[in-house]
DNA sequence: CGAGGCGTTGAATGGCCTCAACGATGGTGG
DNA sequence: CCACCATCGTTGAGGCCATTCAACGCCTCG
């Protein structure tokens, strides 16, 4: 189905990684002026297009990647086929530590909307994070923060009704409670994050669609009631 | 219901990190000598009974334990009271890893067998992982080891059937394939640890055990049937 | 001996899954 | 430009599985 791309195809350029527009919130954030001379190999610059892989499970972890724009859901599968959407990583998040301890991948990486990304070769960040202590208390934020959104993900979508699933996933979502848009995903990769079936998804959707819980405004852009929906979790 | 101990009541002596009988694989392994000498507060052992708290969410994150026996449950709680388990702390493991970043816990630990811990200064970590590299990737082994646990827990323990999830917990259970012993834990935490109602997990454990793919050996003691449970798992 | 905690079991309800059909949408090729 | 097909979302019917509420036995402990 998703088709691995060779990086090539979309390269999109050599990152300056001084100049970087996110360079606030980034992993390098930290670096020194001296830092930047010991980049010996260029960090590149990619764009992937939605369904295809970032890496794949058992992939050998060479390289760690910073989501410029864009999203990517992290896959876990089990023996009998079944699949776990287990975490999303979102702009300015790093995925793929696992790179950093030279362990394989351990999940499938797949883009779910045009997303840019930076690769960042595992022996570079190695080789900074000895000398500068800065990155290394930013890359235990990473994990930090990877660790946070696995057990908010277990205890906020994977337990309880479909409905309250469902509830809790919409509003956290929506990142500005005074425009509280967000977009939705395919009723698939809902029901792979929630631990439901795709019908279940979407029968539960169209019921809050119903109830103007939702409302939809194109290509998968929706407006949320964060108040009843809030209220719906409570009672 | 579970009580917080004052640590005083529950110290047992002063460690000597140097002489650990968990030293290949504890959070210190590859310290040096000189490494040792820093370390200006005593680090102290504990002994806690089952129930008791080794911290609670939200508290100032000032430490972190190594557990040097004995099992803890990292346990989250919903708004509206729903509980989850999201995590076992095993022999060997750290919890509380958060403090080496200054911020609260994020669960409550709580102890389910009789747990020895070794209570480390997140201080004490922070200096010396600052001049240490060994100890910066050790940490990182650590953070990387959770993330792991927490995906599988998603992946494994919170999603298809209730059979199916107690299946794959009990063969998680049994480390000796050669000897598959494990020990349960009450049904509630069952429940809380797969998303199930503590009834469901009775009741199912009673049918693996009419089954005979359980056998009751005394004293929350059960032998494993690990084949045709694992046949169960792919059919 | 009584009380409380824990595991078990029953009956009934309801929620979710399965299987199936159908409409809408969007991209492709004639 | 339109017919065609594939994909995706929706909806229905039926059945199973898990939850809910309840009762009861067992054990430990005061």
Redesign the pocket.
Known sequence: MNIRVPFKEAWSGEADCKQCTLRESVLFAGLRESDFEKIHHPINQFVLQPGQALYRAGDAGDRMFTIRSGVVKLVQYLPDGAQRIVRLVNTADVTGLEALLGKPYEHDAIVMQPTEVCCLPASTVQALSKENPDLHVELLKRWHRALSEADAWLTELST??????IARLLLRLVHDDANPECI??????L?AML?????????????F??QRLLT?LG??RYRVDTRRLRELLTD
Do not use: C, N, V, Y
Not at 160 to 165: D, K, S
Not at 184 to 189: K, S
Not at 202 to 207: F, H, P, W
């Open positions: 309880g009704p479909a409905r309250q699933r939705l995903f395919g009723r698939e990769d029901g631990g439901i079936t795709t019908e279940t998804a979407s029968r539960t959707i169209a019921e669609k119903r939809e290509s998968h």
